[in-house]
C-alpha cells in the first residue's frame, strides 16, 4: 500500500505555487476582460452605423443641384452671393426655405397634398407646408358629422405622418369675416409665414416631374418680396402659377390693407401691389426649360414634339384644360377623346399626366375621380355627393 506522505516543507511549495497560479490567472484574467473591451469599443468605431430609421432631410450636395441654375453663362442676376460657398460644400440653412400650399375650401386638400408628397418622395430637402381655414379645426358636435370635413381631417392626418408637412392654419384675411367661405381667405396669407426667408408656392392642380430646379430656384435666389412667373412671355403681369416670395410683416400689412379696402381676387391683389416686370422671376431664372406648363399648351404642339424629351425639360406641368372641370374629375371618355392634342407625341404626354394624377390622387388620398355632371351647379352638387359618400 503506498503512502502519500507529503512534508511541511512540500505542502508549503505546493501552496504557493497555487497562489502564485491564481494570482496569474486573476491578472491573465483582467487582462484578457481589459482587452477584450477594448476591441469591442474599437469594433463600435470602426463598424459603419446603423441606419437611422427615418432619414433626417440632409443639404442636398451641390452634384445634384442643376449647376446651370448657379452658374449661367454670361450675366448672374440677382443670385445670393453664398452660391459660391454652397457650390464649394457648404451647408445652406434648409428649415427657413419652404414649399408652401394653401387651402381654401375641401375639394382642394387632396391636390394640394399630392403636390407636397411629390415633393417628398423626390426628396426635396425644403420644408413643406399646408395653410388652411383655421375654422377647420374647431370641433363639431357628434351629430353634426361633416363627411367632407372627416375626408379633410383625415388627409391632414396624412398629410403629417406620412410627408412631414406641416400645418399652419389660416385667418380669414379681412378680420372678422365669414370664416366659413373660401372667399374670406386669401394668398396673401404666405406672407404671414415670416418664419422663412423663402417660400414657393405652385398653383394646382399638376404633376411635378422634377423637383430640383425648384430647389435651385429657392436656394440660390435673393430674397425679394415677390417674383412671380410671369403670365406671358411679354412679362408684362405676373400670374399666381409660381410664386417666389419673402414674407415678412410689412408685406402682410400692405396686402392685407389693399384687401380691406377693395375686395379683390388674389390675382388682382397681386398685381396691384407687386409691379411688372420687377416682381417677376427673372427671364435667366426660367431659361433653364419648362419651369411652368400649362397641359392645354400640348394641344397647340408642332410636329417634331417629342414625350420623352419634354417631360425631361418640365419641371411642373399645371393640369388645366379650359374645357375640362380638372384633373379630379371623371370625365367621360368621349369628351376626352375630343379635347386631347391631336398630335401622337403630344397626346402621349397629355393622357400620360392626367392618367398619372389619377393614379397619384388613389396612392395619396386614397381618392376616386369625383363624378362629372357638366354644367358649374352639376359640378358642385357631384363633389358634394361624392363626398358625402366617404
Ligand atoms: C425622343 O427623344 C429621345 C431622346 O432624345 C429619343 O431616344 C427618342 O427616339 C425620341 N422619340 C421620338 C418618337 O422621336
Known sequence: MAKLLLSSGQVSIIFSAAIIFL????????GYVLQQRYVHSLQAAIKPRLPKP??????????TLDVKWARPMGGR???DESVDQMIAGETLDWSRLGYVQVVKEHVEVCSALMLLSD????????????MFPRVWLRNVDDEEYDAQMSTTRRLLRTAVRRYGVT??????IVDGADDSLPSSYSLASLYSLTNYERLVYLQGPGVLLDASALDSLLAFS????????PATAERRELSTSLLLIHPSRESFQQLKETRMATPVA?????????????????????SMGNVVYESQKLRGTMDGFNASEFRAATTYVRLSDPELPGPEYDVP??????LRPKEGQAREAWERLYEQFRQRRMEVCGLDLEPWVRSAVGIAGAADEAAGEL
Request: overall charge positive; hydrophobic content about 45%.
Open 333 to 338: 371618355y368621349t369628351d376626352r377623346m375630343r
Open 167 to 172: 400645418l399652419a392654419p389660416m385667418e380669414t
Open 119 to 130: 415633393l417628398h418622395e423626390k426628396k426635396s430637402p425644403a420644408k413643406k407646408i399646408l
Open 77 to 79: 442676376p440677382k443670385v
Open 23 to 30: 494570482f496569474t490567472f486573476a491578472l491573465f484574467l483582467s
Open 266 to 286: 388674389d390675382l388682382a391683389l397681386f398685381r396691384q401691389t407687386f409691379a411688372a416686370p420687377e416682381s417677376l422671376i427673372s427671364e435667366w431664372s426660367l
Open 222 to 229: 435673393t430674397s425679394e418680396a415677390m417674383a412671380a412667373f
Open 54 to 63: 427615418l432619414p433626417v432631410p440632409k443639404p442636398i450636395e451641390p452634384p
